[in-house]
């Protein structure tokens, strides 16, 4: 559960909460970072690679030190920005998310660098699953986008709280179960953003 703010703000006047939590960020790493991480290593890698060519031939270097010491820099500022800085952001995102059900609604709450809330209505006839992912459950409900004219134009659209414990998943899965319809047959979502607050 988070504190850091009043998480009614986000909702329309008069709604309610009927559940909030937040992804774990603490805990083994989401693919996502694995994935980042990868390039990290590879930057790390091809440093390790530049670095090694030109000590072997350092007496033949001459005019294409320039050149050597580019890609040296280049190799170092991808280490350096896939294996520090973008764990550190996704890390953040983590902790600057939450995740809300109404009476009406799901509700994700993103404010990293400003807020963006996505106000999902659960259809009565759409799944809820939970997934075990590593050391954490995900919540997936989906909803099929009725708005497109033609009906091969239509969208069905995965959406999930993601990393919460196993006791937070049947928790809020239980309670997205009892909203299923409440939003109305023709409800859509609603993707908003606002400065986030201080």
Do not use: C
Request: glycine share 6%.
């Amino acid at each position: 559960m988070s504190n850091i703010y009043d998480l009614s703000v986000f909702l329309e006047p008069q709604e309610k909460i009927l559940w909030q939590g937040m992804p774990q960020a603490a805990g083994s790493s989401p693919w996502s970072l694995k994935i980042i991480q990868a390039f990290g290593y590879f930057g790390l890698f091809a440093f390790g690679f530049f670095l090694l060519i030109g000590l072997a031939n350092w007496d033949e270097l001459g005019e294409a030190l320039g050149i050597w010491l580019t890609f040296l820099g280049l190799s170092l500022a991808i280490a350096f920005a896939f294996l520090i800085v973008m764990p550190k952001v996704v890390r953040s995102s983590l902790k600057a998310t939450n995740y809300i059900v109404t009476p009406t609604h799901a509700v994700i709450v993103q404010h990293l660098w400003q807020t963006q809330i996505s106000r999902i209505p659960v259809p009565e006839n759409e799944e809820i699953v939970i997934y075990r992912d590593q050391n954490f459950h995900t919540v997936r409900f989906y909803h099929y986008d009725n708005r497109a004219a033609n009906p091969e134009n239509r969208v069905y659209r995965v959406y999930q709280f993601e990393r919460l414990t196993p006791t937070d998943a049947a928790t809020a899965a239980k309670v997205l179960e009892t909203i299923r319809g409440q939003a109305g047959p023709d409800a859509q979502p609603v993707f908003s953003s606002r400065p986030k607050p201080t």
